[in-house]
């Protein structure tokens, strides 16, 4: 190579380095590629994003081609830069260019198109797979024998390197997922999304309206009150019993007798003719399964009972759909519960006000795995039922019970988190 000049072997050495380069980034790109992502490329036709996939199916066969490919730039890189050396500076020139060689690679050829690439993968990955793949071809019969010598060892581990396997997101790794992307969808979109995720995890009874609160129909009552009932009551659909929603007969749907109603034509036969047979769900169902059921049963309204069929509470598909698109109103002061807001900070809340609707009113962190309302955390935790002015500690909330009544909280009086137990959090 006398006949050459140092410019010359200058410029090859930096074409070699740059190769180098393009082999390190590379590799770092196309490990790094959102493979969700490239999917998604995929399937709407784009063609680098097709090569990148079919490359990532086999990643020893594209492992073993870039590693191919650098290690023989690599030596041929140490032995320019040694000659080059050699040539202008004699033994003394190897040695330096020895060292220049150590920095210019390290940070010529990997530390910064490396770090490149992890930044920005699929501009660096896309258009490599269009290299790659018929570079493959070519050099597929050196590429077999490092594989099988690799894959052998490889096998000796228990290891199977025959395919690669696209593992599917956990539940948690989706939450995380869909919390990471507040820049590329609206907070109100993340928040369904959140929404329909958490259906899995909460249950029938997370959400259920109380016994005691649910409003119905008595057909035991007389005949003139019951149509007055009709008349002013705010729902569409209710439950119809005897005696007490212990023995619920059935389902209402008002819409069908309306104008009997306001022609006052209305008589008893007639109610009871269209009334639809309960439907009831165990408390622990989840509320993607109780969805799937309404969808599949056509219900709106379902009763909810415990392991002895005890009636505990009602579930209907507005509150199931409230999951997930939430309140219609982020005022605390509008919230179904009773939440009041006090211009001390603190707040009034009803006892029998669900924990999680408190949470998601006032953005709390109260436990919501034991008892779900206020009442009943107040009594887990003391034992036994408070009397009015005892004050407690939950979750680092100060809650004085205001009021009792029939041996339950009534109302309480509930203070912000201290500051030091949301530091603990």
Not at 84 to 91: A, D, E, L, N, V
């Amino acid at each position: 190579m006398d006949e050459y000049s140092i410019g010359t072997l200058l410029l090859v050495l930096l074409i070699l380095i740059f190769l180098s380069a393009f082999f390190s980034g590379s590799e770092t790109a196309l490990m790094a590629l959102n493979r969700y992502r490239l999917r998604h490329l995929a399937n709407n036709g784009h063609p680098g994003a097709k090569q990148a996939q079919s490359l990532l199916e086999k990643p020893d066969r594209l492992i073993g081609l870039i590693l191919l490919g650098n290690n023989v730039v690599n030596l041929l890189i140490a032995q320019l830069a040694a000659y080059i050396g050699y040539r202008m500076h004699g033994s003394f020139g190897i040695f330096v260019a020895n060292l220049i060689l150590i920095f210019a690679i390290l940070v010529f050829a990997e530390l910064t198109p490396k770090t490149l690439a992890a930044l920005h993968s699929e501009k660096l990955a896309l258009p490599a797979a269009r290299i790659y793949k018929p570079l493959l071809t070519v050099m597929y019969p050196f590429v077999w024998v490092a594989n099988f010598f690799s894959n052998s060892l490889l096998r000796l581990f228990g290891i199977n390197v025959e395919k690669s396997v696209l593992t599917s997101l956990s539940h948690d790794e989706l939450r995380t997922a869909v919390n990471d992307e507040g820049t590329t969808i609206s907070s109100e979109h993340q928040q369904m999304l959140l929404g329909v995720l958490d259906l899995e995890q909460i249950t029938a009874e997370d959400i259920m309206i109380p016994k005691n609160e649910i409003i119905g129909i008595d057909l035991d009552d007389d005949w003139e009150d019951i149509v007055t009932q009709l008349k002013n009551i705010s729902y569409t659909r209710v439950p119809v019993y005897r005696d007490s929603i212990d023995n619920v007969v059935g389902f209402l749907h008002l819409r069908k007798f309306i104008l009997k109603i306001l022609d006052k034509d209305l008589e008893r036969e007639d109610l009871e003719k269209v009334i639809r047979e309960p439907f009831f769900i165990p408390e622990g169902t989840h509320l993607k399964k109780l969805l799937f059921e309404f969808q599949a049963k056509k219900r709106r309204l379902s009763l909810v009972v415990d392991e002895f069929g005890d009636i505990q509470g009602m579930v209907t598909l507005e509150d199931l759909l409230e999951e997930i698109v939430g309140e219609f109103t982020n005022d605390p002061a509008s919230y179904d519960v009773e939440i009041h807001p006090q211009k001390d900070g603190t707040f009034l809340v009803d006892g029998s006000s669900h924990v999680r609707d408190i949470n998601k009113a006032l953005t709390w962190k109260l436990h919501a795995d034991g008892p779900k309302t206020i009442n009943g955390i107040i009594l887990e935790h003391m034992q036994s039922i408070p009397e009015p002015g005892t004050s407690v500690l939950i979750d680092g909330y100060p809650i004085e019970v205001v009021q009792i009544q029939n041996n339950a909280v009534r109302t309480v009086r509930i203070s912000p988190r201290l500051p030091q137990h949301e530091q603990v959090a």
